[in-house]
T-cell receptor
C-alpha cells in the first residue's frame, strides 16, 4: 500500500467550470506526479513536483495548474474545464529511482 | 526525446500458456530504469517488475520475467503459466534520472491489452 488517496473518484462537470483534483500521500515522498490516461495514449505526464512549492510541467500541461503547499498534498486544477480534458487522472508518488506508486485514479467527465 | 513503443495493442493467451509482450524504447542515455505496470479492470496501476539498465541480468518476479536487450533497446515481458487474473492492460515505462535537476520523469508506452482465456 503506497498510501496515495485521490479525491474525488468520479466527477461530472460542465465546460467552463473550475475543477480541482486532490492527491494525498501518507508517506513522506519527495516526488509527486499527475498523469492523464486516454485510449491510445497510455499515461501522459501533466505536471510533477519535486518538493514543497517546487513544480514543473510535463508533456501535456496546457490548461492545467498544480500546487503543493505541503509534502502530503498535490492539487491539480483545471481553471476552465474543456471537453478535451475528459479523462482518467492518476496521481503517483516516488523517491529517486524507486518505482512510482499510483492512486486509484479519478474519472473526470466534462460535458 | 525518449520514446516508448508497445506495438501490440491487444493480445490473448490460453490459461496456463506463456505469452510475451514487447516493448522498445529510444534513448541515447546509458543510465536508466525500465518498468512494467499492470492495470486490471479495477483501474489500479500495479508494478509488475523493474529493471536497472546497468544490470545485465534479467529481472524475475515469480511468473513474470523480462528479456532486456540493451543494445537493441528492447524490454519484453514474459508471463508464464498465465492465469485469468493476469487479464489486464500492461504498460511499459522508461525512467531516466536527472541528477542535475534532481528529477525522475517517466515515459509510458500506449499499453497492451492482454486477455487470458479459460
Amino acid at each position: 500500500d503506497a498510501g496515495i488517496t485521490q479525491s474525488p473518484r468520479h466527477k461530472v462537470t460542465e465546460t467552463g467550470t473550475p475543477v480541482t483534483l486532490r492527491c494525498h500521500q501518507t508517506e513522506n515522498h519527495r516526488y509527486m506526479y499527475w498523469y492523464r490516461q486516454d485510449p491510445g495514449h497510455g499515461l501522459r505526464l501533466i505536471h510533477y513536483s519535486y518538493g514543497v512549492k517546487d513544480t514543473d510541467k510535463g508533456e501535456v500541461s496546457d490548461g492545467y495548474s498544480v500546487s503543493r503547499s505541503k509534502t502530503e498534498d498535490f492539487l491539480l486544477t483545471l481553471e476552465s474545464a474543456t471537453s478535451s480534458q475528459t479523462s482518467v487522472y492518476f496521481c503517483a508518488n516516488g523517491d529517486s529511482n524507486q518505482p512510482q506508486h499510483f492512486g486509484d485514479g479519478t474519472r473526470l467527465s466534462i460535458l | 526525446a525518449q520514446t516508448v513503443t508497445q506495438s501490440q495493442p491487444e493480445m490473448s493467451v490460453q490459461e496456463a500458456e506463456t505469452v510475451t509482450l514487447s516493448c522498445t524504447y529510444d534513448t541515447s542515455e546509458n543510465n536508466y530504469y525500465l518498468f512494467w505496470y499492470k492495470q486490471p479492470p479495477s483501474r489500479q496501476m500495479i508494478l509488475v517488475i523493474r529493471q536497472e539498465a546497468y544490470k545485465q541480468q534479467n529481472a524475475t518476479e515469480n511468473r513474470f520475467s523480462v528479456n532486456f536487450q540493451k543494445a537493441a533497446k528492447s524490454f519484453s515481458l514474459k508471463i508464464s503459466d498465465s492465469q485469468l487474473g493476469d487479464t489486464a492492460m500492461y504498460f511499459c515505462a522508461f525512467m531516466k534520472p536527472s541528477f542535475t535537476s534532481g528529477t525522475y520523469k517517466y515515459i509510458f508506452g500506449t499499453g497492451t491489452r492482454l486477455k487470458v482465456l479459460a
